[in-house]
């Protein structure tokens, strides 16, 4: 009886060990806010040229992002807190001297709680691109979904 009683006992203690499923990686909530695009220290809230690069990441991330992140479009004043809020800064540059051909080049960064970057990289809409912003944004999505599916935790 005491053999039975300690089997049991043992059991019992070691049944949630192999019951056990690993934490579900919950995704990163990454904000893009209305001034996640452009120069944020010279932001307008009518720029159509910022807005329309936010809405170029808001797709192609939403696109790319899988399991690895939930994209919010956050709105003016939105106080809601996420995991992290995306920002990039670009300028229209030539893409080789003198040539007069046009390219988008910039950074992105993706900043998590008190201000801690959590990634940040070097962006360009490419050599051949026919739409900049477009292969700006796509940029930068494939590089955030690359550092995330390494770095689940956005660190």
Same mark, same amino acid.
């Given at each position: 009886m005491?053999?039975?009683f300690?089997?049991l ?8 060990t ?5 934490p579900v990686n919950?995704?990163?909530?990454i904000?893009i806010r209305?001034?996640?695009a452009?120069n944020?220290?010279?932001?307008v809230?009518?720029?159509?040229e $910022?807005?329309y ?8 991330l ?5 399991s690895?992140?939930?994209?919010i479009e ?6 809601e807190?996420?995991d992290a809020?995306?920002?990039v800064?670009?300028?229209i540059?030539?893409?080789?001297e003198?040539?007069?051909i046009p $390219?988008?080049?910039?950074t992105?960064?993706?900043?998590g709680?008190k201000r ?7 962006v360009?809409s490419g050599?051949h691109a026919?739409?900049?912003?477009? $292969?700006?944004?796509n940029? $930068?999505?494939?590089k ?9 935790s956005?660190k």
């Amino acid at each position: 009886m005491k053999r039975l009683f300690t089997i049991l006992t043992l059991g019992l203690l070691l049944m949630p060990t192999l019951y056990a499923q690993p934490p579900v990686n919950q995704p990163l909530r990454i904000a893009i806010r209305p001034n996640a695009a452009g120069n944020p220290s010279n932001w307008v809230p009518n720029d159509r040229e $910022a807005e329309y690069v936010r809405q170029q990441l808001i797709a192609a991330l939403t696109r790319r992002c899988g399991s690895a992140c939930v994209v919010i479009e956050a709105g003016y004043g939105d106080t809601e807190e996420y995991d992290a809020s995306l920002g990039v800064s670009w300028s229209i540059q030539d893409r080789c001297e003198g040539c007069g051909i046009p $390219a988008m080049v910039g950074t992105a960064r993706l900043v998590g709680e008190k201000r801690i970057v959590l990634w940040s990289d070097s962006v360009s809409s490419g050599r051949h691109a026919k739409v900049l912003s477009l $292969a700006f944004a796509n940029d $930068a999505a494939l590089k955030l979904v690359k550092h995330l599916t390494e770095h689940p935790s956005g660190k």
